[in-house]
């Protein structure tokens, strides 16, 4: 007999194409629900509301910590938002967080995030979706005994430019902190997870060649980059390398990662989101792990497929899925924060130091 859970209920603060996704899959978890949203564009607060199942639809931050039936947050507003809606937050009722990447934008942050975090009396979580991609997840739990330690891991994106939000909050850098802090942070976060070490250098070149160029907004040209490659070198004496374009959505597969070391390689292939595959290929590629050991020679592909109703319930592979079950059970008071706000300030720091090599062409320490 299945025992009977109490519904976990869940306020939305920002209700674009992303809460939009958070709520889709709060909706696959047993025993949780949305009931409550935010946000300042009326219409998108009312469509989320709907599409939760008839959620309460506040008009304010502080209306929606108000709320009675309320049991943990997702914050998924714009980046340069979180951390004075964390601090509302903390003043006004400390409940369970689940914060959207990037945790900041600007550097001067990092200490006000850091008392924060040593004063905020639930847990907060850094969504970090990609860690929890089926095909990532796999590589990350096979990579050491494949490998025999990784010496040098490289991540590939090749995808689509930066969507249309709302706002167009997402062309500049002054609102999201830059394209190697809001759209790399994941991977920075994955870097540090994948190589159990902490980077001590970073150098970069980037830029913005192709996308948003012809555009202007409120008078102003957009300055977010759409291009770069990252070189991080870690305490451990691994190195790691980020290679990202955004005009490159004609690609199979969106992101490649690979791992090495003295045993030999593993991979994992993602492709992008499935709304996006063209129909006139057919069915879209599926996921895959290859491992390619030194001795004996000779790769082996496993696919891993992704349950389609995950798959249609958001644009990142069925990880916001996986990062809800775990922060679901945080949340009743029976799992751990894995994504923690150290984390989540690590990798905006290793972006942070990034962009700043690309700016200034030079190496830049950690």
């Known amino acids: ?31 949780a629900k949305v009931s409550v949203v935010y946000d300042p564009v ?11 199942g008839g959620a309460a639809v506040m008009g304010t931050l502080d209306d929606l910590l108000a709320h009675d039936g309320l049991d943990a947050l997702v914050i998924v507003s714009p980046n340069n938002l979180h951390v004075t809606q964390l601090q509302a937050i903390a003043d006004k009722r400390p409940l369970p967080i689940l914060c959207e990447k990037p945790l900041y934008t600007d550097p001067t942050d990092a200490p006000v995030l850091q008392a924060f975090g040593q004063t905020y009396p639930a847990p907060v979580w850094i969504a970090m979706e990609y860690r929890y991609m089926p095909p990532i997840a796999a ?18 994106e090749h995808r689509f430019p930066f969507l249309q939000k709302v706002g167009n909050w ?3 850098n002054a609102q999201t902190g830059g394209t190697l802090v809001e759209k790399c942070c994941h991977f920075f976060d994955l870097m540090r997870l994948t190589l159990g070490s902490e980077p001590v250098r970073v150098m970069a070149s980037a830029g913005q060649s192709v996308n948003h ?5 409120d008078g102003q040209v957009p300055d977010i980059w759409d291009n770069g490659y990252v070189i991080v070198d870690f305490e451990n004496g691994a190195r790691a390398m980020l290679e990202l374009c955004m005009f490159a959505e004609g690609s199979r ?29 057919g069915a879209p590629p599926i996921p895959q792990l290859i491992v390619s050991p030194r001795s004996p020679k000779g790769p082996e592909v496993r696919e891993i497929p992704v349950d389609p109703n995950l798959l249609e319930a958001g ?24 994504v923690t706000l150290d984390d989540g300030a690590k990798a905006v720091a290793m972006g942070l130091a990034a962009q700043q090599s690309a700016i200034e062409g030079r190496v830049v320490k950690l």
């Open 1 to 31: 007999m299945r025992t009977a859970v109490n519904t976990i209920k869940y306020g939305i603060i920002g209700c674009g194409m992303m809460g939009r996704e958070h709520i889709q899959n709060i909706a696959l978890l047993d025993g």
């Open 42 to 52: 009326v219409d998108l607060a009312q469509s989320a509301a709907d599409l939760a």
């Open 139 to 156: 590589l990350l739990t096979e990579a050491d005994q494949i490998t025999g330690g990784i010496k040098m891991l490289t991540i590939r």
């Open 170 to 172: 997402n062309r500049f």
């Open 213 to 217: 160029t012809n555009e202007v907004y």
């Open 253 to 281: 597969y969106q992101e490649e990662i690979s791992a090495v070391g003295p045993r030999g390689k593993i991979e994992a292939l993602v492709p992008g989101p499935t709304r996006f595959w063209p129909e006139k290929l």
């Open 315 to 338: 644009d990142h592979n069925g990880s916001t899925f996986y990062q809800h079950l775990r922060f679901l059970e945080v949340v009743r008071g029976q799992g751990r924060v894995e």
